[in-house]
């Protein structure tokens, strides 16, 4: 029996292993993206040594250099900075910021939702409301708001967008755990007299956490996107940080005679946001048991 115990989990185990195999089998777009994808993190955790010039070296002899032009592959901008070394830069701070805000708004979320959903009552309406607040404007503009308020930098932009995600994440938790509360082995639990906490944290925080973790996956290519649209705007992160945004800005004063300076982290920020976005489609269609149940 023993035997029979312990080789249970092993098998259940296999059974998703296999599952999420002949999924990517069949999937060859999200192949593609999942290892574009991995190419932009590798690039972004070894910045140092991938690229070939440091993101703020100015080259006094190649301003505004075409791509191909000398060492400088993908060209150079105003300032006479390598595009590529930039760009590959960027990268590290798009994710950074993206993931960042995202995990932010995924715990601020699930605080709220869990107290929401568990405790009901005027607490529930109170921190709904709260949550309309905050779902009342578009992202981009709660974000500038907050920004207002704490000032430009990368920590700045990290919490404004985080905190503008936090609506979305907790009405996805609220209504996770309103779904498992009325669960019949949650009865079952509280029938034997197994205390609140032990029940949500063996039971309901278990059937919240996995979904929201699939919709923090679909929504780093949201943050990066908003995070993007306030470096554009001019109050996001300060130059001369390596930020798409801001060298998208730059270029597009030049984009009739040296249109690589905004192509090139237009086309990184691009691939990158199909890519992710690809990504939290599958991740979501494999493993978001509502989906799942649909199917």
Do not use: C
Request: no cysteine; glycine share 12%; proline share 6%.
């Amino acid at each position: 029996m023993a035997d029979v115990a312990l080789s249970s989990p092993p098998r259940a185990a296999h059974s998703r292993g296999a599952m999420a195999w002949a999924y990517v089998r069949g999937h060859v777009w999200f192949v593609i993206a999942a290892v574009v994808v991995g190419a932009y993190v590798f690039a972004a955790a070894f910045a140092p040594f991938v690229a070939p010039f440091a993101p703020t070296e100015q080259d006094m002899m190649s301003f505004m250099a075409p791509p191909a032009w000398g060492a400088h592959l993908l060209g150079t901008d105003s300032f006479g900075q390598d595009l590529l070394s930039r760009t590959i830069y960027g990268a590290r701070y798009a994710l950074l910021i993206g993931l960042g805000a995202v995990a932010i708004g995924a715990g601020g979320g699930l605080v709220i939702g869990l107290a929401a959903g568990l405790i009901g009552g005027r607490v529930e309406w109170a921190l709904m409301r709260l949550v309309d607040s905050l779902l009342a404007l578009p992202s981009l503009i709660m974000a500038i708001a907050f920004i207002s308020i704490l000032g430009q930098g990368v920590d700045k932009v990290v919490l404004a967008v985080g905190v503008a995600l936090i609506g979305p994440f907790s009405r996805t938790v609220r209504g996770d755990v309103l779904q498992v509360k009325a669960q019949p082995f949650v009865e079952a639990a509280r029938l034997m007299g197994v205390g609140t906490l032990a029940i949500v944290w063996r039971h309901i925080i278990p059937n919240v956490i996995f979904p929201l973790a699939v919709q923090a996956t679909i929504r780093v290519s949201y943050a990066i996107l908003v995070s993007s649209g306030l470096s554009f705007i001019g109050i996001g992160v300060t130059p001369p940080t390596p930020d798409w945004g801001l060298m998208i800005a730059e270029g597009r004063s030049f984009v009739s005679f040296a249109p690589w300076i905004a192509g090139v982290p237009g086309a990184a920020l691009a691939v990158l946001l199909i890519a992710l976005s690809v990504v939290g489609d599958g991740v979501r269609e494999q493993f978001d048991p509502k989906l799942r149940k649909e199917g």
